[in-house]
């Protein structure tokens, strides 16, 4: 069963628009939440990670929104690029084990 | 090399075959993960060693699957009777501590006929 139930599948955002990606998790065991960006034919590159003991993270244009009582947390892409097309996939980390979502793939139309 | 290296990049095998791929992390990175990660699928764990220890390998579908990291460097994941559910990418990941994968490598696509 998925433990990471990640939405929507699949976006379409103007360049310079907002993506914004969210995750749900059920096993509060989990205690590190990664985002990574993947391309055709490549691996998944840590983006940016955050853990449960705070409400947000910022690098760059990428920023990680985390509600631990709604057991959610979202990415925010401001400012997309057609660079950042790609797939990203939110994951949940214990045990030295990482559960990811299904993906979503996002589309930045020039 | 800089990156973690895996080959080959593609395997195509018959039916009850037995196939090996290798893992390169990067040196010096204590923890090294397999995943496994299906057409349009996020990647799904199967183990994890720490330097050459097999700390979990509760992801492994069956026992077809093997994977040993003998030096605490070099991985190999090896698949045994190949079947036709076994054919997806499969992915290493390293990191330098004992802490969620840092570096995946490209993976190897492996297509069973």
């Known amino acids: 069963q998925q433990q990471v139930k990640q939405s929507p599948q699949s976006l379409i955002v103007q360049k310079g628009g907002i993506s914004i990606i969210n995750c749900a998790y059920e096993?509060?065991?989990?205690?590190?939440f990664p985002w990574y960006q993947q391309f055709p034919g490549k691996g998944p590159a840590l983006l940016i990670a955050?853990?449960?003991?705070?409400s947000e993270k910022k690098e760059g244009r990428f920023t990680i929104s985390f509600n631990k009582s709604a057991k959610q947390f979202s990415l925010h892409i401001m400012d997309s690029q057609p660079g950042d097309s790609a797939t990203y996939f939110c994951?949940?980390?214990?045990?030295?084990?990482?559960?990811f979502g299904a993906g979503t793939t996002v589309t930045v139309r020039a | 090399g800089a990156g973690v290296s895996q080959s080959p990049r593609y395997k195509v095998a018959k039916r009850g075959q037995d196939v090996a791929l290798r893992c390169d992390p990067i040196?010096?990175?204590?923890?090294l993960f397999w995943y496994q990660q299906a057409l349009g699928q996020g990647p799904e764990f199967l183990t994890y060693?720490?330097?050459?220890?097999?700390?979990?390998k509760s992801g492994l579908p069956s026992d077809r699957f093997f994977a040993e990291r003998p030096e605490g460097s070099v991985s190999t994941l090896k698949i045994q009777r190949t079947q036709q559910e076994d054919s997806a990418v499969y992915l290493c990941?390293?990191?330098?501590?004992?802490?969620?994968?840092?570096?995946f490598g490209d993976g190897t696509r492996l297509s069973i006929l």
């Open positions: 990941a390293s990191s330098l501590r004992t802490d969620i994968p840092q570096h």
């Open positions: 096993n509060t065991a989990f205690d590190y």
């Open positions: 955050i853990r449960p003991d705070v």
């Open positions: 994951a949940a980390f214990n045990d030295y084990k990482l559960s």
């Open positions: 040196s010096g990175h204590v923890s």
């Open positions: 060693f720490q330097n050459e220890a097999q700390l979990d």
